[in-house]
């Protein structure tokens, strides 16, 4: 398995543009999550999914950031407009079963996506 | 919400000294993992623990899981440089991580 996939791998933007990141996770694992890792928060969970359905958006910083989960095999994170503050490494990661599950705590990075906004 | 504390934030040792890292939490966890996240890498499992008092090996590396569950450490016996990196533990619930423990390491 190649294990899960994200791209860009970097990315520079401007202020204001619009950043798409992707996410392929490990095919069979059924949850999703999306990290955000900073030198001074350390790793922050964004979002989950379960079975392609968003479980828990409560670290979404704020309207600008968007999440979905088309099909099993596929995310997207978006920031609509993008700022400085975003500039960060955006870890996607999968697991078995749902989070509530001793199983779906184990869970597979991705190599990340280093964003950099100007 | 629940926390999990991670101490200490740095850790620089000479090779062949010992290096352990504690996590705590606020509320009792199912179970805890461990990630190691080598400089300029991504996070990458180490170990599960679930049962109270848990004690797992893997070669130089021992994992202890509380008796009351709120609780977890990651001791390496003997560092080498390979074990250079940040090391993060992450409760079940909420799947929060700890801020990790950086260690250096002076060959």
């Known amino acids: 398995d190649a294990g899960v996939i994200q791209s860009p791998r970097h990315e520079v933007t401007e202020m204001g543009q619009e950043v798409t990141l992707r996410c392929k996770p490990i095919?069979?694992?059924?949850?999703l999550f999306w990290y955000r890792q900073t030198m001074m928060r350390g790793l922050e969970l964004l979002i989950y999914f379960n079975n392609n359905v968003p479980i828990d958006d409560s670290g979404m910083p704020e309207d600008r950031f968007s999440a979905k989960m088309p099909n099993a095999s596929f995310s997207t994170l978006k920031i609509q407009p993008s700022e400085p503050r975003d500039s960060a490494v955006y870890f996607c990661a999968s697991s078995l079963g749902g989070a509530s599950l001793s199983g779906a705590n184990v869970l597979t990075f991705g190599a990340g996506s280093r964003l950099t906004v100007l | 919400g629940q926390q999990v504390m991670q101490i200490p934030q740095y850790q620089h040792v000479q090779e062949g000294e010992d290096f352990t890292t504690y996590c705590n939490s606020s509320?009792?966890?199912?179970?805890i993992q461990w990630y190691k996240q080598r400089p300029g890498g991504h996070p990458v499992f180490l170990i599960q623990?679930?049962?109270?008092?848990e004690v797992k090996k893997q070669k130089r590396l021992t994992f202890q899981f509380g008796e009351a569950k709120k609780n977890s450490s990651l001791h390496i016996t003997a560092t080498q440089t390979t074990d250079v990196g940040t090391y993060f533990c992450q409760g079940a619930q909420k799947l929060v991580f700890g801020q990790g423990t950086r260690l250096t390491i002076n060959p």
């Open positions: 509320t009792t966890l199912s179970n």
């Open positions: 623990l679930v049962k109270s008092g």
């Open positions: 095919s069979g694992h059924n949850s």
